[in-house]
Structures are given as C-alpha cells and as structure tokens.
C-alpha cells in the first residue's frame, strides 16, 4: 500500500513539471513571436521632390539606326541553282547577278516556239498569195493570224522566265544574308538573299505628345551615337508618326548620312538633340532616380514618411543629368534619390531630405 502511494506522488510529480515546462516553452514562442513582428532594419535614404521648372528649348531622345534600305532578293522562278557570284558581305551593284538557275528546259520549249512562229509566218505568206489569186478564203489568213500572236506571246513569256533565272540584285548595297548555294533547289516567291544599303540610315527615336507639335518635318537634328560620344552628326527629321502608340509616344524618323570617318550600323544607339523655339514648364527629377530601364520606368517614393512604395511614371523628354516626368508624380512627392539598390516595395526607410 505504501509503494502505491510513493508511485502516485511519483507520477504527480512528474506531470506537474511536464506542464510547468510546456507552459514555460510556450511563454518563450510567444515572446519570439512578438519580436520576430518588430522590424528592426530601416533603409537610410535621400529623397528629392520633383521640381517645376523651365525645360530649355531642346530635347534629347534616344533610338536605334535603321538601314534606309534594306530588301530581301526574292526568286521569281523555279529550278537548280547552277553557279553562285556574290558572297556574303561582297558590295553588289543594282542589276549584277548574284546566281544562275537552270534554264535548259525553257531554252528548248522558246526554240520550238521559234520555230513554230517562223512556220507560221511562212504560212501566212502562202496563204496571202492565194487569196490574192482568189486560190483561198479569206478566213485562212485570219486563223494563221491568230496562231502567230500566240506564238509571238508565248515567245516573250518564255524569254522572261529565262530573264528571270538570272537572280539579280535589286539594288545597290552589301549582300547581307545569301540562303542559296551551287546545287540548292529554289522556287517562286523563295527569299534567296537580304541587301543592306548603309550610306543612309534613319535614327528612330519616340517623343511625347507634347513635344511632337515643336517636331518640323526637314528640321535639322544633332545626332550623337554611343559608340562616338564625341562625333556630332548632322540628321534632318523626314517622317513624323501621325499615331502614339501604346505608350502613347510618337516615332520620329531622323536621316542620317553614314561618315566615313565614324561608320555606323544599323542597331547602334544614339541620342538625337531637338532645337526648338519656345521654351516651356514641366516637372523634372534626376535621371538617377529611376529604377530599371527608360522604357518602363519606375520610381520609389517614400509614403508615411517611413514606407516605400514602387511608382511607375511616365517620362517625357531627356535634358542632359534630367528627365520630365508627365505622369505618376506631384511635385511634393519624396522620390528616392539615393538607397535604391537595398529597397523593395513596401520596405521601411530613413529618410534624409535633399533640397
């Protein structure tokens, strides 16, 4: 009896301490928990409003060269490619031929032809000589006549298909792309090369809604590529697109002659310098600020002074270290000048203010 009391105060024990340490455990998760939900880590950051101010009476707008001509050299007939002249990067003039097509075939069916039409006229000779001596109707000659306009159509059919198995270049430039060797079989409608002509390019750039109307078709452009920062290169603006796009921004076709002392190519970058006449307000931060690329900017701004928040924008001209901003801010927002680079959406900062 003795032992069975010992046993049960045994086990009471026991289980007293088993709840004492679970509650204990419990108080320490729970304490975790309530630190783990304090955020210790603010991100310092200088922050800038933007500013309204006078832009200059110029714009920079960035784009890409485009060759001014460029076409592919399509077949128009159909058959084995017997010999090749122009290889890939050689300069071919308008009318040279590149390759030769069999034409065996169609030589034999043009001199049948041939000598079926001078058949033909020999008949109708004959046969004008006997209605003359009233020896033959009349309606003879006019079936021959028919027979021989036939023929002489389907002579001037066959030498242009013949023609066309000299594959010709359709314009004066490099043999970019060549897609035919000697032995390759071809077809109608089939791209056989691509010719580029780069002593002209267009600078394709894109300018907001309110810069397009200071835009004058032949205005004259500075253009600067990238790859020469310190060669000005005289464009002349030639097209002005009638219609934004999805950003609604409009395309700005800039010709630029290609120098011979700093050649160009097309995809190069550069920057192209508007003059205009007048000069107006707008809402300007530094470039720097901007967060990813200038086709889809974004900036942070500091919201409840202490907030982070990733803000789309929408841009407008470039002007040197500047960018115009046409949506997205106010001129008392904090942008985020400096700290970008250890900020996310949402994350907490410290800010410190630049004038």
């Not at 001037?156 to 060797?181: D, H, V």
């Not at 500075?222 to 030639?238: E, L, M, Q």
């Not at 801010?329 to 630049?354: C, E, F, M, N, Y």
């Amino acid at each position: 009896m003795r032992n069975r009391i010992y046993l049960w105060l045994t086990l009471a024990v026991i289980v007293a301490l088993t709840i004492w340490k679970l509650s204990s455990n419990k108080k320490e998760l729970e304490k975790e928990a309530q630190l783990s939900k304090i955020t210790r880590a603010f991100v310092p950051v200088e922050v800038i409003e933007p500013k309204l101010e006078t832009l200059a009476n110029h714009l920079e707008a960035d784009g890409i060269f485009l060759p001014a001509k460029e076409m592919f050299i399509i077949s128009e007939t159909a058959g084995r490619v017997l010999e090749v002249f122009k290889n890939k990067g050689e300069w071919v003039s308008e009318g040279e031929v590149i390759a030769k097509v069999d034409d065996e075939l169609l030589r034999i069916e043009l001199d049948a032809t041939q000598a079926n039409l001078a058949k033909l006229r020999k008949d109708q000779e004959r046969i004008a000589n006997l209605i003359e001596g009233e020896a033959a109707p009349k309606n003879k000659i006019e079936d021959l006549q028919l027979g021989i306009l036939s023929a002489e159509a389907k002579e001037k059919g066959l030498k242009k298909q013949i023609a066309n198995t000299s594959i010709k270049a359709p314009m004066t430039g490099t043999l970019g792309l060549r897609f035919i060797e000697r032995g390759s079989v071809i077809g109608p409608g089939i791209q056989v090369g691509q010719m580029t002509n780069l002593e002209k390019l267009f600078l394709m750039v894109k300018v907001t809604e309110r810069d397009v109307l200071n835009v004058q078709k032949g205005q004259l452009v500075r253009v600067v590529a990238d790859v020469y920062p310190g060669a000005n290169i005289p464009g002349k603006v030639t097209n002005i697109g009638l219609r934004a796009d999805n950003a609604f921004t409009y395309d700005i076709e800039i010709e630029v002659i290609n120098p011979k002392s700093a050649p160009l190519r097309g995809g190069m970058h550069a920057k192209a310098a508007f003059t205009f006449n007048a000069n107006r307000q707008g809402l300007t931060i530094p470039r720097k600020t901007i967060s990813g690329s200038l086709q889809d900017p974004k900036v942070f701004v500091v919201v409840q002074d202490s907030l982070a928040e990733l803000r789309p924008i929408t841009l407008g001209g470039l002007y040197g270290d500047k960018v115009e901003v046409v949506g997205g801010l106010l001129p008392h927002d904090a942008v985020v000048l400096t700290g970008q680079l250890s900020l996310s959406s949402g994350a907490r900062v410290q800010v410190i203010r630049k004038n």
